[in-house]
Structure formats: C-alpha cells, structure tokens
C-alpha cells in the first residue's frame, strides 16, 4: 500500500472517531474529464468512495492591491 493511502487513512479514521462527518480533499477533475492533468489525484480522490459536489472557485480578494500586483508579477516571472 502507498504511503498516501495510509496516511490518509490514519487521518479519516482518527477524524470519524472524534466525530467529523465529512474529510474535504479539496477538488477533483470535473466530470465531464476537461482538466486531463488532475486524472491521477482524482482517481486517488475518489477511491475513497466519496461523493462529487461542485462548489464556487477560490478567488483572491487582495488587501494590499499594490502589494498584490507585486506578488503577481513575480508570480509570472517564473
């Protein structure tokens, strides 16, 4: 068995004995297949026999917007 799998394991099982419902891996491929580089995760993911549900995006809400500009110019230049 992979490390991942263990570990996770290990962390879901602790969670569901402290009483948590849910364990949020945070994202998969959507369903109709478009993001080809997400397969590997996703199939990961969903071994775990978990549900699909789609939720909003992330987005960035900067504070310091000349600060933020800065960032995402670095950001780009590698």
Same mark, same amino acid.
């Given at each position: 068995?992979?490390?991942?799998?263990?570990?996770?394991?290990?962390?879901? %099982?602790?969670?569901?004995?402290? *009483?948590?419902?849910? !364990?949020?891996?945070? /994202?998969?491929?959507?369903?109709?297949?478009?993001?080809?580089?997400?397969?590997?995760?996703? %199939?990961?993911?969903?071994?775990? *026999?978990?549900?699909? !549900?789609?939720?909003? /995006?992330?987005?960035?809400?900067?504070?310091?917007?000349?600060?933020?500009?800065?960032?995402?110019?670095?950001?780009?230049?590698?």
């Amino acid at each position: 068995m992979m490390a991942p799998y263990l570990l996770h394991g290990e962390v879901m %099982r602790q969670l569901k004995e402290a *009483g948590c419902k849910s !364990y949020d891996m945070w /994202g998969v491929q959507p369903q109709d297949g478009s993001l080809k580089n997400w397969a590997g995760f996703t %199939r990961f993911k969903v071994g775990w *026999g978990g549900q699909y !549900y789609e939720a909003p /995006g992330t987005f960035d809400y900067p504070i310091k917007k000349i600060l933020y500009l800065v960032y995402r110019l670095a950001r780009n230049l590698r």
